[in-house]
T-cell receptor, first 112, second 111 residues
Framework: DTAVSQTPKYLVTQMGNDKSIKCEQN?????MYWYKQDSKKFLKIMFS???????INETVPNRFSPKSPDKAHLNLHINSLELGDSAVYFC???????????FGDGTRLSIL | QKEVEQDPGPLSVPEGAIVSLNCTYS??????FMWYRQYSRKGPELLMY????GNKEDGRFTAQVDKSSKYISLFIRDSQPSDSATYLC???????????FGTGTRLTVIP
């Protein structure tokens, strides 16, 4: 059983489109995160939710909007995709905000 | 200057060698230190989690933290080809939230 699962695994789309990435965790964790990993493998946090409430919102364009319908899900919607959005997006979860994080396998987003 | 600096490698060692991976950091408020292993096309997997200074051992892996020098290390003993991966250090001020990652060191263990 996959603990943190993301869909889709690969996403290829054109500039200007709107797309969503879904994340689900079956670990019973309270806290979920979105990270962006660029082409140089640098991993940077974007958002963090605890019990469906936003607790971290790093400097991310407002074209990116996270949505947490329940504690087990944190989806990422991206409007008006740009070339610079091409990256691997990782979802993660932890029991509480101060516990170690468990990562999904990433969604590889390519903008044409 | 980045918050966390890590030599990207690549690093190649023969099977059985002792591997030393290192990170330096600039923020003296960091208290929680982690090492993650990332295989190709996979997400980071937590290897070691330590608080403040000192050593922690888990099987073939030993994590060291020297807060006075702002330097952390991961040692892998008796390295195996299955250890071939990218190793990421990460650290935070409060718990494991809001992690700052290094760029990762790519390790290859040659049979």
């Amino acid at each position: 059983d996959t603990a943190v699962s993301q869909t889709p695994k690969y996403l290829v789309t054109q500039m200007g489109n709107d797309k969503s990435i879904k994340c689900e965790q079956n670990l019973g964790h309270d806290t979920m995160y979105w990270y962006k990993q660029d082409s140089k493998k640098f991993l940077k946090i974007m958002f963090s939710y605890n019990n469906k409430e936003l607790i971290i919102n790093e400097t991310v364009p407002n074209r990116f909007s996270p949505k947490s319908p329940d504690k087990a899900h944190l989806n990422l919607h991206i409007n008006s995709l740009e070339l610079g959005d091409s990256a691997v997006y990782f979802c993660a979860s932890s029991q509480t905000p101060d516990q170690p994080q468990h990562f999904g396998d990433g969604t590889r987003l390519s903008i044409l | 200057q980045k918050e966390v600096e890590q030599d990207p490698g690549p690093l190649s060692v023969p099977e059985g060698a002792i591997v030393s991976l290192n990170c330096t950091y600039s923020n003296s408020a960091f208290q929680y230190f982690m090492w993650y292993r990332q295989y190709s096309r996979k997400g980071p997997e937590l290897l070691m989690y330590t608080y403040s200074s000192g050593n922690k051992e888990d099987g073939r892996f030993t994590a060291q933290v020297d807060k006075s020098s702002k330097y952390i290390s991961l040692f892998i003993r008796d390295s195996q080809p299955s250890d071939s991966a990218t190793y990421l250090c990460a650290m935070s001020v409060t718990g494991a939230n809001n992690l700052f990652f290094g760029t990762g060191t790519r390790l290859t263990v040659i049979p």
